[in-house]
Structures are given as C-alpha cells and as structure tokens.
C-alpha cells in the first residue's frame, strides 16, 4: 500500500464533522482511517498494515476482498442491482436453496433481513404469533442485536438506556463454569444446575406465558463461552416439555466459525427458528435473516405473517451470499476453521496462558476464541471490572495499543480478548498473529497483582 497521509487526513475530517459512530461517545473516539483491505489484513493511509483478529465485527470470514464474491456482487449489480421482495428473483431463490440445505433439521424455510437484529426481531414476532404467549426469556452475557426488542433480550449494559420498553423479556443464567452463577466445580454441574435454574425461572414466570427462549448457540460478544455437554439438549427438552420455541442466535456463531456450518451442528441441536447474518455472505451487502421450522412456517400457511421489509432477500446481498457459501465448499473453509483451530489456533493461546499470568482461561473451538484476561488467577479478579471505562479500562487499552503497535488488530471486550480471525487465514499469519498477542500480553502482565 501505497502512504498518502492526506487523503487519509481528509477522510478522517469529514468523519470527524459528520459520521455519528454505533455505541460511542462521539468526542471520546479516534477512529482510524482505513485506506484498503485484502484477505486478513488492512492498512491504513500511513501504510501501516494490520493483521485482522476481529473479522471486522467477526463477520468477514472469508477476509477482505474475495475475488469471486467481489465479481459475483458486480455481475449481479450488471444484471439486475434491486428489486422488490415480492417477486421470486434467481439470486434470493438460490440463496435460500444454499442456506436451507445447510441449516439444521427442518429449517427449510429463510425470511430474509438486512442484518442480525432484525432477525431476532422477527424471529421473537414469529414466536410469539406461533404460541399466542407474550414473554421471552434470554440469557444474560449475551447480545442480540441494537433495535428495541433485539437489545431488549441481550444481556450486557448496551440495554440498560433501552430497558424502559422491557416488557416481556426475562433474563436467566446461562452456564458459564469459569464464572459459575451455581457454584459448580465441574461442566456436569454447571449444566444440571444451569437446566435446573432455567426450569424455575419458566415456573415463577409461568409456563403458558412463555413464547421463546433465545440463546447464543455460543454466545460470543459475552465471552465464546460454549456450553457443557448436554445443556442445550437439556434447554430443548424442556422448550418442548412448555411448548416453547427455541430460538438460537447464530449470527456470529454460525456460517463456518465453529468449524461446522453451523454451532448447533456442535451440540446436536435443531432449534424451531435460527438467526443468521454476518458470515452469510462476510458481510460484503448487508444480509441477515431467519431460518424457519415447518411446524412454525405452517403457522404462516394461510394466515399472513404481518412483517416485512423493502429489502427482504435483496439480490445484491443475496448473489454475495451464493458466491460466499460455494466460495467456502469450494475452499473448503468450513474444515480448515476446524483444523486450523484444533492444530494452530488453541494450541497457540495455550501456550501463550502457560507463560503469561494474565491469562486466567482460554476457551473456543474452529476461529472462535476467548481469552479471560485477569489480575489474580486465583481470584479470578477481571483484568478490569465489569462495564469499565476511562481509567478503569486503562489496562485493557494499553493491552489493545501494543497489539496494534505489533501490527495485530485485536479484538476487546470488557476483560477479554477474542481471536476471531477470517476463516481462511493461513498458518503462518495465525502464528504471526500469536506471537504479537504474546508481545501484548506482556503488558497485560504488568497488571496482575
Ligand atoms: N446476534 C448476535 C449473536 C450478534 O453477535 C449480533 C452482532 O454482533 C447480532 C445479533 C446483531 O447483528 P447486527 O449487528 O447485524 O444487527
């Protein structure tokens, strides 16, 4: 990449003047103006160049710029660039064909959205029309999107400003051994105790008020936090005891970053509607959705489902869609998550917590990391307390400013850093990527007690 420090001074001046930035206090934030991308990297227009351990927001896992998809995306806007939702179009026909074939059990029907909040959005309506039940019940560590019912059901401080129009949503315990809510010691614990608590909370709330249980197949904003064995078989079996819809969210979790198609595939699981977004398509056209049951779609058979959107199945995100989905059969990159995870990825945090003491867990599977990051592995005592901002978060942002000054674009939330590289990153740039974590780790370091 070629530097042009002006260029790069002009895009940051109108950002600075005009773009009003997601979750941010607008005169707190610096971003950074990005001149190009390609595969998993990004420079800036210095010419500093970035390997990419976020996937953007952990959406671009098939990297930056794919030859085939770009080409599909400009092939489709050449051919027909938009049209309305209610025609069938070849794009959003194969897109759904693609997807229905890939997502668990009998979700063969896709309603199309333009991101991963509006699925939830739709898929609580769907839920909620199919039981003729007004409450939902959602965990807590997770996130669910940014719209009003989407932000309702997640469980981090991004809803407090919005929890006026709470009605209907409960939060519970999801398992979580590492900061165990139940005092358990083991995973079997953690399960049986967590499935117990679930139980109680549909008791107190009352069974036939419950419409929906949504979780993060692995939830991930929260924390990668797979579940034990047997605790989403465990959350199924008692939707289906209530006659609950289950719906899982796998708009971060699904489309390869496991290293099966889908989390769900993990667990043996198949929910009564899934959430997608992200990886769909990485990203390239804004593209969500919801996979649906026939039991539920047969809900809609003769009654009209009331919702919808402008830009349901948008052909410009679908045809990047399809271009995504036979990019990565062809690459074969839902097995080289799997592979380069168990072989490269894991291994490597592992041996980066044996030497630094500011490594209280790593936890993931496929290109789906976590390290907690703590002052006091005995205590696990976070690196920084929950929410934290400004000075508190000092530790955090100088963790964050030498990964970057070791040319790594790290992922950070809270106390954690993920490592959510593009699926098809290679060996050599994972272990690049490892070894400037290990640099950053030695100034989380200088911060255990
Ligand atoms: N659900 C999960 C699990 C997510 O991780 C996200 C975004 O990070 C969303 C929903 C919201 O998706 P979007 O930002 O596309 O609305």
Redesign the pocket.
Known sequence: PQPNPEAGAAVKAADRAHVFHSWSAQELIDPLAVAGAEGSYFWDYDGRRYLDFTSG???TNIGYQHPKVVAAIQEQAARMTTFAPAFAVEARSEAARLIAERTPGDLDKIFFT???????EHALRMARLHTGRPKVLSAYR??????QQ?VNVTGDPRRWASDSATAGVVHFWAPFLYRSRFYAETEEQECARALEHLETTIAFEGPSTVAAIIL?TI???AGVMPPPPGYLAGVRALCDKYGIVLVL?????GFGRTGTWFAADLYDVVPDLM?F??GVNSGYV?L?GVAISAEIAATFATRAYPGGLTYSGHPLACAAAVATINVMEEEGLVGNAASLGTSVVGPGLRELAERHPSVGEVRGTGMFWALELVRDRETREPLVPYNASGEANAPMAAFAAAAKKAGLWPFVNMNRTHVVPPLNTGEAELKEGLAALDAALSVADEHVR
């Open positions: 927001l952990v959406y333009n991101g991963g909040a509006d699925a939830v997770s996130y669910h999107g940014g719209t989407a993060e939830p991930g904003t969210d796998e708009v971060m979790a959430t977004a992200k804004p969500g």
